[in-house]
């Protein structure tokens, strides 16, 4: 994700370079082939961007930083804050999808300007590894748009809404869209941990049973979020009903012109970490509230198990 909407900046006209460990300097430095798979003859060849893997080599140059990573990255040790030390004029940009991680990233950095992203698009280094694959870094970067969805924030500068539309991304401002990303977590990451159990089978999470326990665990989660934000949503809890997720997870792998199931169980091991740090979290909150969880107590006791 965080090379796919970097290069969306860059073919908007924008200088961009990417923080990333020194394993990946040597890859990322090369050429890297951007191609959005329903009109392939539109790829795009991106080179000459920085690549910065030493926070000494960090310094105060940057309009913006964007955080794409994932939520349990987020709070690991004191790289951002060694980071936005290097960086004290910076605009920052956080896309992670945790229920606490705008407040956490607000109370830790309190003098910082903030703003923050959903992203609503599907990326991946081509090809899709397999699940017994070694991972190493790929220059050839795929990715797909569902119909009519755009690239949601809150807070980011006008400028920088130019420049994706510009790289061929459409954007929008949304307000209290810390609020959304929650529910949209709610609905995805328990799905893809319920997916999990399943073996990343989607014709066997389709089943009766563990629809049921999909929807439970979904309302759940829903419950915990609305609390949490002291808002409620009425079209997020339509979609966890048992009828409607038979016909999301019937008709999801023919809709998406790629591998879905595939994809899905690399990307979503891959960043496992978060999806259960995300399910502990609401468990958390769900329990100091007095909240009944038990589905999700179980969901997270299996996935520990």
Known sequence: MVRSMDIMRNRGGAKIGFYVRPQYHLDISS???????????????????????????????????????????????????GLLERMPSVKILSLTPGMKDKSWLKEKF???????????????????????????????????????SSLLFEGLSDHSHRILRMGGMKTKEKKELSFSTAMGSSLLLTSMACLELKEWSLLHLRSRESRVFLSACIAEAQRVVMSYFGSSAFFFPILSHPIFLYWILFW?????????????????????????EILKTWVEHADELDIAVPNLHNLERQLTT
């Open 31 to 81: 050429t890297l082939h951007l191609t959005f798979i329903s009109r392939p003859k539109e790829s795009k060849t991106i080179h000459e961007h920085r690549v910065i893997s030493l926070l000494e080599e960090v310094i105060d140059e940057w309009d913006e930083l964007w955080l794409c990573i994932s939520s349990d990255a987020l709070k690991k040790g004191d790289w951002l804050k």
């Open 110 to 148: 309190p003098h910082r300007e903030w703003c923050f992203g959903l992203i609503s698009f599907v990326a991946w280094q081509h090809p899709i590894h397999k699940a017994d694959q070694v991972e190493a870094c790929r220059t050839t970067i795929h990715y797909w748009k569902p119909p009519l």
């Open 252 to 276: 999801a792998p023919k809709c998406t012109p790629f591998p879905l199931e595939e994809y899905l169980q690399y990307h979503f091991t891959k960043v496992s970490p978060q999806t259960r």
